[in-house]
């Protein structure tokens, strides 16, 4: 008799290993991605606490007396991982009062 490796093991090695790639995956997704970086959810709950604490200065003084986002490579900002996407770079009242829905 030969003794070798069932089949039915050789499967479930392979199926066992697809499973937690998927699941890796998954975490990856939810995660937002690689450290440093942000997802748009989140960086759109950044821009409302950034929005609601400028609000309640009368938008006369800005959080932390920095911009959000600014652009790539981003310093000395509120989010600056958040730089990636073209609506943060520039937040203004207009954009705050329809972030916060006073428009």
């Known amino acids: 008799m030969r003794k070798g490796v069932a089949v039915p093991y050789i499967i479930a090695l ?14 990856f997704v939810i995660g ?5 970086q942000a997802g748009e959810t989140q960086c759109r709950a950044k821009l409302s606490m950034y929005c609601n604490a400028w609000s309640g200065t009368g938008y006369v003084t800005k959080p932390d007396g920095e911009e959000f986002s600014g652009t ?13 996407f ?4 520039s937040v203004t009242q207009t954009v705050c009062e329809a972030a916060l829905g006073q428009t």
């Open 14 to 27: 392979i199926l066992g290993i697809a499973v937690v790639a998927l699941v890796g995956y998954w975490f």
């Open 86 to 89: 073209s609506w943060a770079r």
């Open 72 to 84: 790539c490579p981003a310093s000395a900002t509120y989010a600056p991982e958040c730089c990636s």
């Open 32 to 36: 937002g991605g690689l450290p440093g």
